[in-house]
T-cell receptor
């Protein structure tokens, strides 16, 4: 068990560029979650997967955001045409179904300049 | 919708003193409650959780929390803090009875600063 791994740790991008983040969950976990955390705030739910199926998406997830989890393993979160308001820490977490208390990764900090 | 209120945004405490971080949640039904800790530039680490049973829950690093259903509170306590406890602490809730509601709803966090 190597924990939840997120890459990259930091990403600086210019406004209007596309970015993609990767999350590798704990291998046995069938649920995977994405959260966004802005400075001084608690994490906010974006979306979650059970295996490869995306079961819920927050209204925060505009049409510029897309997430995938092919084959129910790793997941990617893509942001198209980034805006300064997208600057945040993007956190990934995983868990077993119906086991409460997720394991979080260290996050990807996105800065849009 | 579920909400969580952490009543103090910042709590400064001297080393070896006791501390209580306050959390209230809004719900008329049973919920599961959690406390997470976040060190600078890190993800969140689970301190403890209440799902059912004893209302006093013990967690890692000497922390404990007490579930109070009548007051809809889940305050976090530690009898003697250390410099290494300096971090951001988040209270969170899940309503397991809402179908598909697997997401944690977090409070805004309490920054605990331990002074020597």
């Amino acid at each position: 068990d190597t924990g939840v791994s997120q890459n990259p740790r930091h990403k600086i991008t210019k406004r209007g560029q596309n970015v993609t983040f990767r999350c590798d969950p704990i291998s046995e976990h069938n649920r995977l979650y994405w959260y966004r955390q802005t400075l001084g705030q608690g994490p906010e739910f974006l979306t979650y997967f059970q295996n490869e199926a995306q079961l819920e998406k927050s209204r925060l997830l505009s049409d510029r955001f897309s997430a995938e989890r092919p084959k129910g393993s790793f997941s990617t979160l893509e942001i198209q045409r980034t805006e300064q308001g997208d600057s945040a820490m993007y956190l990934c977490a995983s868990s077993f179904k119906n086991i409460y208390g997720y394991t979080f990764g260290s996050g990807t900090r996105l800065t849009v300049v | 919708a579920q909400s969580v209120t952490q009543l103090d945004s910042q709590v400064p405490v001297f080393e070896e003193a006791p501390v209580e971080l306050r959390c209230n949640y809004s719900s008329s039904v049973s919920v599961y409650l959690f406390w997470y800790v976040q060190y600078p530039n890190q993800g969140l680490q689970l301190l403890l959780k209440y799902l059912s049973g004893s209302t006093l829950v013990k967690g890692i690093n000497g922390f404990e929390a007490e579930f109070n259903k009548s007051q809809t509170s889940f305050h976090l306590r530690k009898p003697s803090v250390h410099i290494s406890d300096t971090a951001e602490y988040f209270c969170a809730v899940i309503n397991p009875l809402i179908q598909g509601a697997q997401k944690l709803v977090f409070g805004q966090g309490t920054r605990l600063t331990i002074n020597p």
